[in-house]
């Protein structure tokens, strides 16, 4: 008690050493504070489902073409689902857009289609009313749905919906369950899900290989015997069908690393750099009580010279330390939920998987805590021990020749401007680094309604996998409207229905118009140009596809 309370003193006799240290350790900390935050939350925390470590998504890979993708068109789905014996349930979805009329504010919806076994796979139950059955996925069955939560709220008020008809595409359809308010879907925020039937349906959806595929695996079935089961599925499939699967195989992904995709690796780049900062931070720190230990040394030796012991010395000069970090690790906190505040309300959470999971939590605190305490610890030490170095009848002789004067007061002043010139260089620099290499630029630099993907391979891969479908999976029915005659060669059939009653326009670097209309039952464009370069294509300020560009 008698150490704490001398120390205190001391740090009150030295307010600006206490603040530059202070304020210096709560840079450090706030932004691993900030940083760990996210990280927690998106690549640590296990997805928001029951045995979520049992979830998986099931890719297909083209090793001779090098190309990633969705693996099934429903019907390939469905022989699939009947052909493994690994998963306790399996299901198949897709991203679309619904107009929701007939109601006080119509709208556009971000929708997914799914088989009815998809809210099993995932465990969830239906906040109100149920979730879809195999009666509902039939092919003469009436149309159903389910809402989000937040669409129930906001377009019909938590009023009674369970029964009722809303009109979805102009069909009407049957509102049978809400889900939670807490729900999430793993690959994007969908208001409405509808059940896509087991045989038959949208021609075009029917045909389109472009499903994405999730399943729960038995609880005794290791992953190696998962994977040996999809690669001779895969065989079957290639042997059967040559034309759709040859040179394809299937892998199974934890769902995690999917929802989390190739952020991973940029965030812990991103914890490495705040790691380094917090240690040259620390380093900063431990260099000016070296140089606050430097200028004592003449009361240390008076304390020497009247029997306090060297450990004494040591355990004050520790205190010292921890007080500073304890300080640090309070402002830390503080200035990492300002800075973590400030960062979602400027960013879209939408640019980081999982980002509306970010919140500072007591995981989080609780880290933090132990960094300061360990950093106290660690890097007091040193100042400690240099500390109890001191001869006291030198001192005391070089102290009463005024040896320490002006040389140590400039030498001290230089280090102290240098840490912290250097530690606020490198904290904005890694900050400005973090945001580049994650995607999170705050300036949309393209044009309005134009596709954004977090993901830097998306394009790429997507690019690849839109071109091969092109020429091999899709069927159409006729062209309306081409670019310049001159650029229409080497066409070929194909292209699928993208939505009911509206157009799909693709630009390119000659400013080639080029433009398919989708009728309402699918009618679609008959040529297409040969490929070019990766483009994205745009379909009233959303996005279709990523493919490639016409001419």
């Known amino acids: 008690m008698n150490n704490l309370t001398y120390t205190l003193r001391q740090l009150r006799k030295s307010p600006n050493f206490t603040f530059v240290a202070v304020l210096t350790l709560a840079l450090g900390i706030g932004a691993n504070t900030a940083i760990f935050t996210v990280v927690h939350a998106v690549l640590l925390s296990p997805l928001p489902y029951p045995d979520a470590d049992r979830l998986v998504a099931v890719q297909s890979r083209n090793f001779q073409e090098n190309l990633t993708g969705q693996p099934f068109a429903p019907a390939g789905f469905r022989e699939f689902e009947k052909q493994v014996t690994s998963f306790e349930s399996i299901a198949a979805s897709r991203y679309n857009y619904d107009n929701l009329t007939n109601v006080e504010k119509p709208t556009s919806l971000t929708a997914s289609l799914v088989t009815q076994e998809y809210f099993r796979v995932l465990g969830e139950k239906a906040f109100v009313g149920r979730t879809f059955t195999v009666e509902d996925a039939t092919p003469n069955a009436k ?7 937040d669409l ?7 009023s009674e919906i369970i029964g ?3 009109t979805v595409n102009d069909v009407p359809t049957e509102v049978i369950g809400v889900m939670p308010r807490t729900f999430k879907d793993p690959f994007n925020i969908p208001s409405i899900w509808r059940v896509f039937p087991t045989e038959g349906g949208e021609n075009s959806l029917a045909n389109a290989r472009a499903w994405g595929v999730i399943g729960r695996t038995k609880s005794a079935v290791p992953a190696s015997t998962i994977q040996a089961e999809l690669s001779t599925v895969a065989a079957r499939f290639a042997q059967s069908d040559p034309k759709f699967y040859k040179g394809w195989d299937f892998s199974i992904t934890p769902l995690r690393e999917l ?9 812990l780049l991103v914890v490495g750099a705040a790691l380094l900062v917090l240690l040259i931070t620390c380093a900063n720190v431990a260099g000016l009580q070296f140089v606050r230990a430097s200028t004592r040394q003449r009361e240390v030796a008076i304390r020497l010279a009247l029997g306090a012991t060297r450990s004494a010395i040591a355990r004050s000069h520790l205190i010292e330390s921890l007080l500073l970090v304890t300080l640090g690790g309070i402002g830390g906190v503080l200035i990492g939920s300002w800075g973590l505040d400030l960062l979602l309300a400027s960013f879209s959470r939408d640019w980081i998987p999982r980002g509306d999971e970010i919140v500072l939590n007591t995981t989080v605190l609780a880290t933090t ?4 305490l360990v950093t106290g610890i660690v890097f007091g030490l040193f100042p400690a021990w240099h500390a109890t170095r001191v001869d006291a009848i030198d001192s005391l002789r070089d102290g009463s020749k005024g040896s320490s004067g002006l040389q140590s007061v400039r030498l001290r002043g230089a280090l102290v401007i240098a840490q912290i010139a250097l530690t606020l260089v490198l904290l904005v620099c890694t900050c400005i680094a973090c945001l580049r290499r994650t995607g999170l630029e705050k300036f949309c630099r393209d044009h309005a309604g134009e596709s954004r993907h977090p993901d830097r391979e998306h394009a ?5 996998a839109f071109a091969h479908a092109l020429r091999h999976r899709t069927q159409a029915d006729r062209l309306l409207q081409a670019g310049p005659r001159s650029h229409c060669r080497r066409a070929w059939r194909g292209i699928g229905r993208f939505y009911p009653n509206d157009a799909v326009h693709v630009g390119n670097s000659r400013d080639v118009l080029c433009q398919w209309h989708a009728g309402r039952h699918g009618e679609t464009a008959s040529r297409l140009l040969r490929f070019c370069e990766p483009i994205v ?3 009233n300020a959303h996005s279709a596809f990523t493919g490639a560009a016409f001419f």
């Open 143 to 149: 149309p159903t749905a389910v809402l989000s939560y």
């Open 152 to 158: 129930w709220q906001k377009q019909f008020g938590g």
């Open 164 to 166: 009722k008809n809303i």
């Open 259 to 267: 929802v989390v995709g190739n952020y991973r690796d940029g965030l």
């Open 369 to 372: 805590g132990v960094t300061a």
């Open 460 to 464: 790429k891969h997507g690019a690849h």
């Open 537 to 539: 294509l745009r379909h």
